[in-house]
């Protein structure tokens, strides 16, 4: 008997193929080190318009919190002319590509350092995971890994006064001789030597456009310099043309297109002018050089001109931002650009080295995501001696262990070690704890991408448990708190960049975050199991699926979990909690019961009941009996057939040294399993997973948790992928 687990009820097999293709076509092109949001892939996917901006005008160039209401605004002038925004900063060790508000905040906000990163920068910045906001240098760069042509901001850099003596001429210039992407600006700032700036950009072969009425090159805050641009062009069109011929004839050079301040603004120029010039007196009195003179100055001018001149920034910034958006559309009219760069970035989908034995076909795979929680374990064990006395509230002998854990860890390193190419996506607070975890999933070659690190006075989980002297469990505290920031934006991100074919749950996560990725599996076909973590933790799931149901969504939410994972305890809970939200009807008669327990006298009745009522949701149940083993249990939802129920005796360990992720195994080798079978299940609009396939792999995954129970760790380091080989 085959459980059927259809999925896109909204979707059909060649709708679920286009997205597919749209989906690697995108990924083929991008280095794994720059994050797209999931706004900007679709956009870039489906050959829609997109403007890059730049991230140091938030960080450097105006005070919060008039910068994020900039930001934002300038983002909403893109997106009302027609094109995506995509803001861009260096975020946790990656190019993120369109920041969400809270990335923005954190830019701005200025509660943690950031760096101003050019290109010199930009390694050093992402290598050490500090903050980094992109000039124009280091955005022209990431623009073009990701794919965009149109980059829209306030001015550029150029050759500042006294230049023959200091040597002092901004990276943007040379940037913009190598890196063909289009900068939409005002021109550059008045405070440097423009007679120079742009003698410098003809030599670099940089094509220097006016825009608009007048064919003279503004000077930021004024519109007109008195110098003339070499080419004038007056429409979105006429610059479109201009990108989309360079790009063809791979010159590899980039163009400004200066777009004076709007006439309403001009009125302050003279002011802004004079306090320009009295901001260079007190910048060369002060001796401020480098990278620090112009955010000096900025602030300087804003003060001198009481905030005239961070209007007409922002004025400027804004209508730069629409006349990008103007001009990507165009662009986008055209079609895609030819790829015939000869500047290619790596295609690779994942930092991870295949581990020994994985198998050649290993990158060619789907790979497999976990969601869930990452903590320190911190394991401590009562001396024996100690043990034969009434414990009472003091303290005793015995051994503490601090190791990295969490039950979406555990199961994601567990998967990892036996052979899986695995993602964990993961919260972590930024302290010791967060970095040491951290560190240790990269050193062991797990897809670290999306552990997220997060301020807000929240730390890095802990489960803090107590043994006795014989490995189990006495009691446990487990802070979790943290696994909350887990939004659905991030998930959405994780599917769109990955295109799992497994997903794995943990029920430590928010019933938002399970119910998206319930939607993301079913747009991108992917077979999902659920663990359910803890008996106060296990309903999460069925909460997610009647938010669902609510939504009208999906009104039959039957099958959108395929497996789940539960112990006895979670069991009764769950089966309760499913007839409390009218996810099933009624309870099972007495008499079906019954005719199932006559065949299973090894089971109890009420595993029996519960099992049967879950079945009606979940198809396939793995239920961990501690000692006594595990049940599969199972049902073809698509046809209301009998239900099937097996038990697997267990394996016996030959030393008991702790119990504390030997679950979490069992599940972590079912997903290897899973992600290794992968092509056999997944088969057009369907997932389609046999019962007997998963007997046989708990079977072989109850090897993964006994080895656990021998190991002092929870997920035991001799885990291999030869220990769910079929000859083992």
């Known amino acids: 008997m085959r459980a059927v687990i259809r999925i896109g009820r909204c979707a059909t097999a060649s709708l679920q193929k286009a997205r597919l293709v749209r989906h690697l076509s995108t990924r083929q092109s991008i280095s794994p080190l720059v994050h797209l949001s999931s706004r900007v892939r679709e956009a870039l996917s489906n050959g829609e318009p997109v403007v890059a901006l730049e991230s140091t005008i938030i960080s450097h160039g105006m005070p919060y919190p008039q910068n994020i209401e900039i930001a934002q605004q300038v983002e909403a002038a893109v997106t009302a002319n027609g094109s995506t925004p995509a803001t861009i900063a260096l975020i946790d060790g990656r190019i993120h590509v369109g920041l969400s508000d809270e990335e923005l905040v954190r830019i701005g906000k200025g509660d943690e350092p950031v760096v101003k990163a050019s290109r010199r920068d930009m390694a050093a910045v992402l290598s050490q995971r500090v903050l980094g906001a992109t000039t124009v240098s280091g955005t022209m760069i990431a623009a073009q890994m990701a794919g965009i042509s149109v980059f829209a901001t306030g001015g550029i850099g150029g050759v500042h006064r006294g230049a023959e003596n200091t040597m002092d001429i901004s990276a943007d210039l040379t940037e913009l001789g190598r890196t063909p992407v289009a900068v939409v600006c005002s021109g550059a700032k008045s405070i440097l030597d423009l007679p120079k700036t742009l003698e410098y950009l003809e030599t670099q072969g940089v094509p220097v456009v006016a825009y608009g009425e007048s064919n003279n090159f503004p000077a930021f805050f004024s519109p007109r310099s008195g110098l003339r641009a070499p080419w004038h062009m007056k429409t979105p069109e006429q610059v479109a043309a201009l990108i989309r011929t360079n790009a063809e004839l791979d010159l590899q050079s980039g163009m400004v297109i200066a777009v004076p301040i709007p006439g309403e603004h001009t009125n302050a120029s003279a002011e802004i002018e004079q306090a320009i010039e009295s901001a260079l007196r007190d910048c060369e009195e002060l001796r401020i050089q480098g990278k620090e003179c112009t955010p000096f ?62 198998g050649s076909d290993h990158e060619n795979k789907r790979p497999l995501l976990v969601i869930g929680g990452i903590a320190v374990d911190i394991t401590s064990q009562i001396d024996p001696v100690s043990e034969k006395t009434k414990l009472l509230a003091s303290s005793y002998p015995g ?63 802990v489960y803090n448990a107590l043994h006795a002297s014989d490995g189990d469990l006495v009691s446990a505290v487990a802070d979790m708190n943290i696994n909350g920031m887990l939004s659905v934006e991030k998930v959405r991100d994780a599917f769109s960049e990955l295109n799992p074919c497994v997903v794995g749950l943990d029920g430590n996560v928010s019933e938002s975050v399970l119910a998206a990725a319930v939607g993301e599996a079913q747009r991108y076909g992917a077979c999902i199991v659920y663990e359910p973590t803890s008996y106060p933790k296990c309903t999460n799931i069925l909460s997610a699926l009647s938010s669902i149901k ?76 501690g000692e006594k083993g595990v049940c599969v249990a199972s049902m073809d939802l698509t046809h209301n057939a009998t239900p099937s129920i097996h038990h697997i005796p267990p394996l016996k360990p030959n030393l008991i040294v702790n119990s504390n992720g030997a679950g979490d195994s069992l599940v972590g080798a079912v997903l290897a399993m899973l992600h290794q079978k992968q092509t056999m299940f997944i088969r057009g609009d369907h997932i389609d997973v046999s019962a007997c396939d998963v007997y046989n792999i708990v079977q072989r995954a109850q090897r993964a948790a006994i080895l656990s129970l021998e190991s002092p760790c929870a997920i035991s380091n001799k885990l291999t992928p030869k220990v769910i080989d079929e000859d083992y």
């Open 550 to 625: 609510r939504s009208e969504t999906l009104t039959d939410v039957r099958g959108l979990v395929h497996i789940l994972t539960p112990n006895q305890l979670e069991v009764r809970r769950m089966a309760e909690v499913a007839l409390e939200l009218d996810l099933v009807e009624s309870a099972l008669a007495s008499e079906a019961i019954t005719e199932i327990e006559g065949n299973h006298c090894l089971l109890d009745s009420n595993i029996i009941r519960d099992a049967l009522t879950l079945l009606r949701i979940f198809p396939i149940l793995i239920i961990k009996l």
């Open 297 to 358: 100055l900025l602030k300087r001018v804003v003060e001198l001109t009481g905030g005239a001149s961070l209007a007409a920034n922002a004025a400027l910034v804004k209508n730069n931002a629409g006349v990008a958006g103007k001009i990507a559309r165009s662009l986008a009219a055209m079609g895609r650009i030819p790829q015939n760069h000869t500047r290619t970035y790596s295609t690779s989908i994942t930092t991870n080295k295949p581990l020994k034995g994985q």
């Open 399 to 461: 051994t503490v262990r601090m190791t990295v854990g969490g039950v979406g860890q555990n199961i994601a390193r567990a998967a990892h070690l036996l052979g899986a190419n695995t993602a964990l996506l993961s919260a972590l607070g930024r302290d010791a704890f967060g970095m040491v975890a951290f560190k240790e999933l990269q050193e062991l070659g797990m897809d670290t991408r999306f552990l997220l690190h997060f301020n807000n006075g929240l730390h890095t989980a």
